[in-house]
T-cell receptor, first 114, second 114 residues
Framework: SQKIEQNSEALNIQEGKTATLTCNYTNYSPAYLQWYRQDPGRGPVFLLLIRENEKEKRKERLKVTFDTTLKQSLFHITASQPADSATYLCALDDRGSTLGRLYFGRGTQLTVWP | ETGVTQTPRHLVMGMTNKKSLKCEQHLGHNAMYWYKQSAKKPLELMFVYNFKEQTENNSVPSRFSPECPNSSHLFLHLHTLQPEDSALYLC?????????????FGDGTRLSIL
């Protein structure tokens, strides 16, 4: 069966440290993988997209890697801040599925404490 | 301002009521989506519309009826819902291409069924 697993439901880290979130998938063939941030009571907000032929993508303090052999993406937030506290969702497409359709993981709730 | 507006933000209804959720986007996108988000579960795709045509119905019960009169507006008509239908209903839009386009979400309608 198809699965998207995000490492843990909750991750707690100290301010200034690097947060690393994991997204593993099974029985999907994605060309693209995306990461979203969701705050309580709000809709998800797009952060980064990485293509299957890209190993790494950066945007300010954010870094995403994509390993199609391991079927895994890692999402890093460096120099984390309390304002980074939110739920982070990974999403991917799948060859052969409806155009534009994304499949989402359950998310990891990140808490950054001062 | 997310570019995708959902109304109402909160809705409480009895099981015999009929109500409608509304979604509007002014981003020039040609694809629109309805998702259901329940606690501890991944986003569940309900319906996909590309250029006003429904391209996916993810085995959604008939008590949920979508309508897409044009590429900017999407409705979800609700009728005779069950308590397990209580959830956050999210609308999203994107350019309908292979998953290299981010989805833009509204802030959802929090639905409670009495």
């Amino acid at each position: 069966s198809q699965k998207i697993e995000q490492n843990s439901e909750a991750l707690n880290i100290q301010e200034g440290k690097t947060a690393t979130l994991t997204c593993n998938y099974t029985n999907y063939s994605p060309a693209y993988l995306q990461w979203y941030r969701q705050d309580p009571g709000r809709g998800p907000v797009f952060l980064l997209l990485i293509r299957e032929n890209e190993k790494e993508k950066r945007k300010e303090r954010l870094k995403v890697t994509f390993d199609t052999t391991l079927k895994q993406s890692l999402f890093h937030i460096t120099a984390s801040q309390p304002a980074d506290s939110a739920t982070y969702l990974c999403a991917l497409d799948d060859r052969g599925s409806t155009l534009g359709r994304l499949y989402f993981g359950r998310g990891t709730q990140l808490t950054v404490w001062p | 301002e997310t570019g995708v507006t959902q109304t109402p933000r909160h809705l409480v209804m009895g099981m015999t009521n009929k109500k409608s959720l509304k979604c509007e986007q002014h981003l020039g996108h040609n694809a629109m989506y309805w998702y259901k988000q329940s606690a501890k579960k991944p986003l569940e795709l309900m319906f996909v519309y590309n250029f006003k045509e429904q391209t996916e119905n993810n085995s959604v019960p008939s008590r949920f009826s979508p309508e897409c009169p044009n590429s900017s507006h999407l409705f979800l008509h609700l009728h005779t819902l069950q308590p397990e239908d209580s959830a956050l209903y999210l609308c999203a839009s994107s350019q309908a291409r292979r998953g290299n386009q981010p989805q833009h979400f509204g802030d959802g309608t929090r639905l409670s069924i009495l």
